[in-house]
């Protein structure tokens, strides 16, 4: 791939009306503030731009608070549909779309502009960016990057859909804005949850610790993009359901895997905790169609002795038992008013927790991206792109062409590179066949394991 593409176009895209409505942003928006999320989707086919562009005002249009823009009043955290637009840029580059896909991770990989969260908290920002790339080879890349802020992946795949219907010609989906989250979630929330925050109120030290880790994340963790075929979760779950006895989801079974994997590789025998965030709408009895941040998470102790059967399993008993075991969004608002809303931005997600090594799995899969049409064309890979190069942090989505499953996992470097090495490798897969058939692109996509 060139290290320098070529900007053809460069364009701001807005739905042409603009409602004006001011949505208060609840707790879980502002604590996600400072941060910004970047998907990439890629197409065997070139794009034709001037419909993607058109399109994409018409979803605008249905969910204005992406083209918006966001305005802090003292303590308090707004977006504006004002419909200040989305800007649109699109570039040739040589090489590859294999080669772009081997790339998607990589710093400095220039396949999303990432959105600047911080700096928009003060407005003026855009809070969607989009980036088209032409790989000289064919086919299209299609980058975005969303203001966590404004709402969360099942947000952001709303717009998506929404974009994906305009341009097919189809109904687009409803989508609904909540002018104050907070005060939804009064009238929904249960009078009791689990009373355990989500996140923690971290000391100068532990502050300053973290803040270095932030600081050399890029120099000292490394991202690596694990495929899983079908039959080899298939095996997977059929080892681990008979082992614990009771049903287990895929994504059970590949969380408690790949956890227990890492801890292998890192010789780490050590009880360590599992953070999985969880999207609370279903069980808020909200529909998914609301726009925001309805997030809350299950926190699980694993102890590697157990086995990754046993993970599995409790992963599967909080899931079931979420409700009254884990949502904590009535403990996350009490926290809030116990420290006042000026002290939020000094707090730190109970998921983020390099230092003790505690895992985050953030689940992408079944949310419809590999559903997506534009132009009849649905995407070959789908992907994040290089968000956080915070350790311990990972995300799963289906893999090629909505095949099996692809998880992309931080890393320190020098744990990346023994998962890279032959007995990561094995370790790895040791539910795989040598007679799996896998998706062409998973042997021709460079860094793929």
């Not at 082992?243 to 227990?260: I, M, N, P, Y």
């Not at 002795?305 to 079931?320: E, S, T």
């Amino acid at each position: 791939m060139s290290v320098w593409p070529q900007l053809r176009d460069s364009r701001t895209v807005r739905a042409g009306r603009a409602p004006g409505t001011v949505l208060r942003c609840g707790l879980m928006d502002t604590m996600l503030a400072d941060l910004s999320v970047s998907v990439v989707l890629f197409f065997e086919q070139t794009l034709d731009e001037d419909r993607l562009a058109a399109g994409l005002a018409r979803a605008l249009d249905r969910v204005p608070v992406f083209a918006g823009r966001l305005r802090t009043d003292g303590e308090e955290l707004t977006a504006v549909c004002d419909d200040s637009g989305v800007p649109m840029d699109s570039y040739q580059v040589d090489g590859t779309l294999a080669e772009a896909m081997g790339r998607v991770t990589s710093v400095g990989a220039q396949l999303v502009d990432p959105v600047d969260a911080p700096a928009a908290r003060a407005g003026g920002l855009p809070l969607l960016t989009v980036r088209i790339t032409r790989p000289s080879g064919g086919g299209t890349v299609l980058g975005c990057s969303w203001h966590h802020a404004i709402g969360d992946l099942q947000s952001f795949m709303l717009l998506l859909r929404a974009w994906s219907a305009a341009v097919e010609g189809e109904e687009l989906p409803e989508a609904e804005l909540v002018e104050d989250q907070d005060a939804l979630l009064e009238k929904v929330l249960p009078a009791e949850d689990c009373g355990r925050p989500g996140f923690r109120l971290p000391g100068p030290e532990e502050a300053a610790q973290l803040a270095r880790e932030v600081a050399s994340g890029p120099r000292a963790n490394r991202t690596v993009q694990l495929y899983f075929g079908d039959a080899e979760i298939a095996r997977m779950r059929e080892d681990f359901t008979a082992k614990v006895g009771r049903r287990l989801s895929s994504g059970d079974v590949l969380c408690a895997h790949v956890t227990s994997v890492l801890r292998e590789l890192d010789d780490d025998r050590e009880q360590r905790w599992l953070t999985v965030p969880v999207d609370a709408r279903r069980w808020l009895g909200l529909p998914p169609a609301l726009v925001g941040n309805l997030l809350s998470e299950v926190h699980l102790p694993q102890t590697p002795q157990d086995g990754p059967a046993a993970l599995a399993g409790a992963l599967r008993a909080a899931l079931d038992d979420f409700a009254t075991g884990h949502l904590n969004l009535r403990a996350n608002l009490g926290f809030l008013e116990a420290i006042g809303r000026a002290r939020l931005r000094d707090c730190m997600p109970l998921g983020f927790d390099p230092q003790r090594r505690r895992f985050s799995f953030s689940n992408w899969s079944r949310f419809g991206a590999y559903e997506l049409r534009f132009q009849g064309q649905r995407p070959v890979f789908f992907s994040p792109a290089a968000n956080y190069p915070l350790p311990w942090v990972s995300w799963t989505v289906e893999g090629f062409h909505g095949t099996g499953f692809l998880t992309t996992v931080v890393l320190p470097a020098r744990l990346a590179a023994r998962l890279r090495g032959a007995g990561g490798r094995a370790a790895l897969h040791r539910f795989r066949d040598p007679a799996d058939v896998l998706p062409p692109l998973a042997a021709t996509v460079p860094k793929v394991l």
